[in-house]
């Protein structure tokens, strides 16, 4: 998907996992690799997402772990829901990574009898962690959108709201992206189908299927709260996810601005491999005996899609 994410693949493929030791392996040059404890692990996650860049409405950071324990296998995901929990049980991890949060709200209480309580028993139980980032992953450099810009083979220009408070203007939430050539609406929804992991949602689209679009504004996850800054950017076209009617429909009467609707989790996933090759980047850096994984289970909650008769497709 991402060149930076198959070089990670590489690199993943070649760490040897190992347990219950302090140095547990070696590298190919014969040096001891050694086992990260979970405070040295998330320290580097927030290095590359600081918690104070979050929005303030967010919760990120580590929400289930024993910052004494050691870890040899991460596992990447956007949802911290229970198929994801179960999977890295299996997996024998000792960190999942999450885009979403768990608790965004807040809660009274952990029982197992509700589902995000049987989450935090399950994690406690395996003696697994969970850390969130979210709103600071999303504004990161590289971040979600870079990520997303990625899969689809875009050149990132600039953000589309930049971060006021990064002097290189690099940070922001979205980007401004253009395409190498010239290409129709209908083939670059194409390509967002063919890129983007498949869901039942699969790419709507709104504007003339033959427009020539050149340039592209994405961001990951919910965007139309964005179409003020996507009109000023001044693109050819809008690729985000849970676009609702009456902004939808008010952005595509004030400007001739094409608009390409993907699922939620499919415009976020592309980051966690993004995420797990930074990871393992810093693992080398550290010479730790780090396995780190992307799960591949689909948690879009849509599962199904019945084209209505005599659609337009």
């Known amino acids: 998907m991402l060149k930076v994410a198959d070089e990670g693949r590489a690199r993943r493929d070649r760490c040897a996992p190992g347990r219950g030791h302090r140095f547990s392996g070696t590298d190919q040059a014969g040096s001891l690799l050694s086992v990260p404890r979970l405070s040295e692990v998330i320290a580097a996650l927030e290095n590359l997402w600081p918690a ?13 772990g024993d910052p004494e324990q050691e870890v040899t296998r991460v596992l990447f ?10 999977e890295a049980v299996e997996l024998g991890a000792g960190l999942i990574v999450t885009h979403h949060p768990l608790y965004l709200r807040g809660t009274t209480t952990v029982a197992a009898s509700h589902f995000k309580g049987r ?3 399950t994690l ?15 504004t990161a450099d590289p971040g979600v959108s870079d990520a997303l810009a990625g899969a689809l083979d875009l050149r ?13 203007g ?11 050539h010239p290409l129709p609406l209908r083939e670059l929804a194409a390509r967002a189908a063919a890129r983007l992991p498949a869901t039942a949602q699969g790419i709507r689209v709104a504007g003339d299927p033959d427009a020539t679009i050149r340039t592209v504004a994405v961001s990951g996850g919910s965007g139309d709260s964005l179409f003020d800054q996507v009109r000023a950017a001044g693109v050819d076209a809008f690729l985000t996810a849970d676009l609702r009617h009456h902004p939808a429909s008010e952005a595509v009467l004030q400007s001739p601005l094409a608009l390409l609707d993907a699922a939620h989790w499919a415009t976020e996933w592309p980051w966690c491999e993004l995420a797990a090759t930074q990871l393992d980047e810093i693992s080398d850096r550290h010479g730790w005996d780090l396995r780190v994984h992307v799960s591949k289970t689909v948690t ?11 659609a337009p497709n």
Do not use: F, M, Y
């Not at 104070?52 to 289930?64: H, I, K, L, N």
């Not at 406690?124 to 979210?134: E, Q, R, S, T, Y």
């Open 77 to 86: 995901a956007v949802d911290p829901v229970q198929e994801i929990v179960d």
């Open 52 to 64: 104070e860049r979050a929005e303030s409405w967010d919760a990120v950071g580590t929400v289930v």
């Open 124 to 138: 406690i139980k395996n003696d697994i962690a969970l850390h969130v980032a979210h709103t600071n992953a999303d």
């Open 170 to 180: 690099r940070r922001g939430l979205g980007r401004v992206c253009e395409l190498d």
């Open 156 to 168: 990132v220009v600039r953000p589309l709201v930049p971060d006021p408070s990064d002097p290189h």
């Open 119 to 121: 989450v935090v028993h």
């Open 300 to 310: 879009d909650p849509w599962t199904s899609h019945s084209p209505s008769p005599g």
